[in-house]
């Protein structure tokens, strides 16, 4: 009887780390081998299947059309093998481990862990905080939380919030803003990252498309940014529940109180084919209480 596995497990994971990451040096670290091994591990087994798997190119080794097609199946297979592996072994529960931004953390995130930890004990929040997309499929990551439209490919993502957007300043800056069209006078800040539309803003409240803003400093680091605003640097254009704590506690108002709704938001993103653990769909629960409270639950502010 033939083998349902015509080719070696370790073959077939470096194939799938490969069409996954289109590197060969991720799967020869992640494997524990060496490059020229895991070349070998792709030629024997186009040699076995009898088809090419990669296409050679300039840029790198490509994966052919019907290996991308089966790639969702072998990405999810592994996932679920890791799984099964972490459950046998018991060691799964304990900890949660999440990947997010370094806005997410610093100004959502990190002054409310501790309410989730107090309702989840016996669940450990690690944090890895990084502006890279990291692999989800990873045995050491469970979840993330990312910004954009939410079609990342192999991923589950569900919508946190974020969506509702608009400009924010510190108080003595939003004196000088009685109407939109003060914007031509007062510096707005300028985030290199940031995927939020000033045109859409503006376009919703009515501004003349043809005002030009006034031109503040310019920032490649989003937190950094915010922190101009907080400074009194001029005006930002901040989702509503990145702003909520700052405009809460007063560092920040909203000086027209006119959010715009935008395409993208914050989602939790997971890897397709990850069992549904315990600490998973406890932080999920308790994103969706905690987020609509955080947004909607602050103290407004008015100008002076």
């Given at each position: 009887?033939?083998?349902?596995?015509?080719?070696?497990?370790?073959?077939?994971?470096?194939?799938?780390?490969?069409?996954?990451r289109?590197?060969?040096?991720?799967?020869?670290?992640?494997?524990?081998?060496?490059?020229?091994?895991?070349?070998?591990?792709?030629?024997r087994?186009?040699?076995?299947?009898g088809?090419?798997?990669?296409?050679?190119?300039s840029?790198?080794?490509?994966?052919?059309?019907?290996l991308?097609?089966?790639?969702?199946?072998?990405?999810?297979?592994?996932?679920?093998?890791?799984?099964?592996?972490?459950?046998l072994?018991?060691?799964?529960?304990?900890?949660?481990?999440?990947?997010?931004?370094?806005?997410?953390?610093s100004?959502?995130l990190?002054?409310?862990?501790?309410?989730?930890?107090?309702?989840?004990?016996?669940?450990?929040?690690r944090?890895?905080?990084t502006?890279?997309?990291?692999?989800?499929?990873?045995?050491?990551?469970?979840c993330?939380?990312?910004?954009?439209h939410?079609?990342?490919?192999?991923?589950?993502?569900?919508?946190i919030?974020?969506?509702?957007?608009q400009?924010?300043?510190?108080p003595?800056?939003?004196?000088?803003?009685?109407?939109?069209?003060?914007?031509?006078?007062v510096?707005?800040?300028?985030?290199?990252?940031?995927?939020?539309?000033?045109?859409?803003?503006?376009?919703?409240?009515g501004?003349?498309?043809?005002?030009?803003?006034?031109?503040?400093?310019?920032?490649?680091?989003?937190?950094?940014?915010?922190d101009?605003?907080?400074?009194?640097?001029?005006?930002?254009?901040?989702?509503?529940?990145m702003?909520?704590?700052?405009v809460?506690?007063?560092?920040?108002?909203?000086?027209?109180?006119q959010?715009?709704?935008?395409?993208?938001?914050?989602?939790?993103?997971t890897?397709?084919?990850?069992?549904?653990?315990?600490?998973?769909?406890?932080?999920?629960?308790?994103?969706?209480?905690?987020?609509?409270?955080?947004?909607?639950?602050?103290?407004?502010?008015?100008?002076?």
């Amino acid at each position: 009887m033939a083998s349902p596995f015509p080719i070696p497990l370790n073959a077939l994971r470096a194939i799938e780390i490969v069409a996954r990451r289109g590197a060969l040096a991720p799967a020869a670290e992640e494997l524990g081998v060496t490059i020229g091994a895991v070349s070998q591990h792709l030629r024997r087994a186009e040699e076995r299947l009898g088809m090419e798997l990669f296409e050679r190119t300039s840029a790198g080794l490509r994966p052919t059309p019907g290996l991308r097609a089966v790639l969702p199946q072998l990405t999810s297979g592994f996932a679920a093998l890791q799984d099964g592996l972490a459950a046998l072994k018991g060691t799964d529960e304990g900890v949660l481990n999440l990947t997010v931004g370094s806005v997410f953390a610093s100004r959502w995130l990190i002054w409310r862990i501790n309410k989730f930890t107090a309702l989840h004990p016996d669940v450990e929040v690690r944090l890895n905080v990084t502006a890279t997309m990291l692999d989800l499929s990873r045995p050491d990551v469970d979840c993330g939380i990312r910004y954009g439209h939410g079609n990342w490919a192999g991923l589950n993502a569900e919508l946190i919030g974020g969506t509702q957007y608009q400009p924010v300043c510190a108080p003595p800056v939003a004196k000088l803003l009685k109407r939109p069209e003060d914007l031509a006078q007062v510096p707005v800040i300028q985030d290199e990252t940031t995927m939020l539309s000033w045109e859409a803003w503006r376009a919703e409240v009515g501004l003349d498309p043809a005002l030009k803003l006034a031109v503040g400093p310019t920032y490649s680091d989003a937190s950094l940014a915010v922190d101009a605003a907080i400074s009194e640097q001029g005006v930002l254009m901040m989702a509503d529940m990145m702003s909520a704590d700052a405009v809460s506690d007063g560092r920040l108002v909203r000086p027209f109180e006119q959010p715009v709704e935008g395409p993208q938001g914050y989602y939790l993103v997971t890897a397709k084919g990850r069992r549904e653990t315990h600490k998973l769909r406890a932080f999920r629960e308790w994103l969706k209480v905690e987020v609509p409270a955080s947004v909607h639950g602050y103290v407004h502010q008015s100008r002076g």
